[in-house]
């Protein structure tokens, strides 16, 4: 191709790609099967190759991450980053409205009510429709440049949607920032601003993985959508399951905007995602009955919402109410109180996960808060027990994060008994006796400690389990119970163990009846065909979850290739960033995995990949699944795996491209969606119901 025609059909390209992903990720209805999106994806990935320079910095490959950075760059803000006052009192947010009522004497105000995204305030900046700056809000003044790690987020616009006519009437333009008037034709410069967060399920998946890999589990989405704004490595980035929502325009050249409803409405019509739901309010009655029904909704919403933001309509009422040095007086958040309990902090365990991660644990007497009991309460680490000086026998509130995950939040002064003490984390791991380190790389940099010693039996067992779990080598009849049993007889001290058991010394185990060692033993040697990505998953090398697995297996093809794969090579596999291809060599040059590895190659295990991954089943190739609630048995990615290794697709919202609901305990608005929608409910399954559609046992 001559470079004009490359260039013509890079452009064409990327307008396609930003479309599929518009579709997929804004309105929830895809336009192309997965397949059909990769190979253009390719394609433009092959045109950029050959011709660098015609690569246009905005392409939606770099949604890909690129080279990691040495640091951020600050950036200052044209227009500062106001924080909101916040209330958790309707009688605080009346006195609000009648202040600013107050000060416009005679001129009726209209409110907006938004919902409060609990996120991570980002700024954008689009220079002639293309995304040319990203920063966080820094404090406030200044941020850090993180536009590499934003062009990561698919629900965001890397060009502008064309908008026709724009240019809109003259006269007012934003309240915030600089006004510009000039005789506006296009939009050539605009300034947004919003919030990145994580959807609940997605967040909860991620943890999952992360557990898998051996990292400690983020609190909440919040604080995943944080961590991994602050990664130096964008293709970190690219791997979490961040989003990004518009609520504001600080600074926009080319188009006049006399209201907040109208920034709104240009944002939505820009390629932007928007709030789901607004409420136009005049008086104080409608303002409460609006954030009622706000408290309502957002508990169908799939991400959390801490509240409402109160927002004057009138751009010119806005800049009239002016602002403290803090925060706008047009605008206030009222928040939602989550839902608490007190119960007795009954005793502190020690956790010691695969890895040797060592995490604290609340034993909690049993209290129901959200719609459950809860028993147990992970407390992360020993920092975060030192700064909230939990103590054993404290009486403590808890809350469940986001409806979800329970929470410690603190002890209670008063119901604190004489003589308690406060917590150490044990010196010595509480499963082994080994010694432990403190880690003092990653994430949780100092704060996170490990057993050491890789025979530790809690390590052992944690490993074999994850070895055998379904998303892995899948051994059926190899749970908890078992690996417990085989770990302490001393049958097992290492995965390749598992293929060399002796019948005569599992006969000797308790409750081992003949039929069920014959059964054990063939479902072990059934897993030994189970291929390159399942067996990459299942040696449990950490920071390498299930889709890093997938695309390793994908690009080498066979465990030996991988094994020798430069650090360089590793990185150019899609999915894997620095910190999982350091841990792969890390993982290859130690020689005891190496001798596990020559084992289990000894044993007869499949070092290739399968065929496309796993065999796939002729009746599912294609058709798309949507995962709901908790299922009582399957982990969300080990459901999602055993779909993909059928050859569905799972996509994370219903449309009407749906073919199956996978229904578990306390499904949220898919389900509701699912029926709007009119699809046939012999569609939707339970647990049983699925594993029968793959041809697997319940
Ligand atoms: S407007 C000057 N609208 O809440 C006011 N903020 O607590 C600019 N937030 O820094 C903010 N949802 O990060 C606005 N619908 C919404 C919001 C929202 C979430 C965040 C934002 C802000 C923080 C203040």
């Known amino acids: 191709m001559k470079p004009g025609a490359s260039a013509a059909r890079m452009r064409e390209l990327e307008r396609q790609i930003e479309a599929h992903n518009r579709a997929y990720y804004l309105e929830a209805h895809p336009t192309v099967s997965d397949r059909e999106f990769d190979r253009l994806l390719e394609e433009l990935l092959g045109l950029e190759t050959k011709h660098p320079d015609l690569a246009s910095p905005n392409s939606p490959t770099r949604r890909v991450g690129g080279a990691p ?57 689009y220079e002639n429709g293309a995304l040319a700056l990203g920063a966080t809000r820094g404090d406030g003044r200044t941020g850090d440049e993180i536009t590499a790690n934003l062009r990561t987020i698919r629900s965001l616009p890397l060009t502008l949607r064309k908008k026709e006519g724009v240019s809109a009437a003259q006269g007012e333009l934003f309240a915030a920032g600089a006004v510009e008037t000039e005789k506006p034709s296009a939009l050539s410069w605009i300034e947004v601003r919003g919030e990145v967060y994580m959807h609940r399920a997605d967040f909860e998946a991620y943890n999952r993985e992360r557990e898998k890999a051996g990292e400690p589990a983020f609190v909440n989405p919040r604080n995943a959508a944080a961590g991994a704004l602050k990664l130096l490595d964008s293709k970190e980035v690219a791997r979490r399951p961040l989003r990004a929502v518009f609520y504001a325009i600080a600074e926009a050249r080319g188009v006049a905007l006399a209201r907040q409803s109208e920034a709104l409405a ?17 008086t104080l009655e409608e303002i409460e009955q609006a954030i009622g029904e706000l408290d309502t909704i957002r508990r169908t919403f799939p991400y959390e919402t801490d509240g409402g933001v109160l927002k004057a309509d009138l751009l010119s009422q806005q800049r009239a109410l002016g602002a403290t040095s803090k925060a706008p007086r047009w605008a206030i958040a009222y928040k939602f109180e989550a839902e608490k309990a007190e119960t007795l902090l009954r005793a502190i365990t020690v956790q010691v996960g695969r890895t040797g991660a060592l995490t604290p644990v609340a034993e909690l007497a049993p209290v129901f808060v959200s719609g459950s009991t809860v028993t147990r309460a992970t407390l992360h680490n020993e920092s975060e027990i030192a700064r909230k000086d939990l103590r054993v026998g404290d009486t403590v509130v808890i809350e469940k994060a986001g409806e979800v995950i329970p929470a410690v939040l603190r002890f209670v002064p008063e119901k604190r008994l004489k003589g308690a003490r406060p917590f150490k984390m044990p010196t010595r791991c509480p499963a082994c006796g080994g010694g432990i380190t403190r880690d003092l790389v990653g994430d949780e940099a100092g704060t996170l400690l490990r057993c050491e010693n890789l025979s530790c039996p809690a390590q052992i067992r944690r490993r074999i389990q994850h070895f055998a779990s379904r998303g892995a080598m899948d051994i059926e009849g190899l749970g908890e119970a078992l690996v417990e049993q085989l770990v302490a007889s001393g049958l097992v001290a290492d995965i390749a163990n598992l293929y060399a058991l002796p019948r005569a010394r599992l006969l000797g185990l308790e409750r081992m009846a003949e039929k069920s060692a014959d059964n054990l033993l063939a479902a072990i040697a059934a897993s030994k065909e189970r291929g390159l990505e399942r067996l990459l998953f299942g ?12 695309a390793l297996a994908a690009r080498f093809r066979s465990l030996d290739a991988l094994r020798t794969a430069t650090e360089d090579q590793l990185l150019e596999v899609p999915d894997v960033g620095a910190t999982v291809a350091r841990s792969l060599r890390t993982f290859f040059e130690r020689k005891d995995n190496l001798r596990s590895l020559e084992r289990l190659r000894a044993e007869g ?11 796939a089943d002729a009746a599912l190739v294609g058709k798309g ?16 795996g055993m779909i993909r290794d059928a050859g569905g697709v799972v996509r994370s919202s219903v449309s009407k491209k749906t073919d199956y609901l996978v229904v578990g305990a306390d499904p949220g608005s898919k389900l509701d969606e699912f029926r709007r929608l009119g699809l046939p409910t012999e569609r939707i399954l339970d647990e049983p119901a699925f594993l029968r559609l793959l041809g697997r046992k319940t």
């Open 266 to 282: 240009l944002l939505a019509s820009l390629g932007f995602s928007t709030p789901p739901k607004t409420w136009r309010c005049r």
């Open 625 to 640: 699944f949507v995962l709901t609630g908790t299922l009582p048995h399957l982990e969300r990615e080990e459901a999602a």
């Open 69 to 125: 950075l040495s640091g951020f760059r600050p950036v200052a803000h044209r227009v500062p980053m106001m924080s909101l006052n916040n209330t958790y009192s309707l009688g605080e947010l009346r006195k609000f409205v009648r202040r600013a009522e107050g000060l416009l004497p005679g001129e009726p105000i209209t409110w907006i009510l938004e919902p409060k995204f609990d996120g991570i305030a980002v700024a954008l900046r």
């Open 605 to 615: 295990l499949a070092f290739e990949a399968t065929e496309s991954g796993s065999p």
């Open 539 to 550: 040696l449990g090398i950490r920071h390498v979850g299930a889709a890093s697995a997938r």
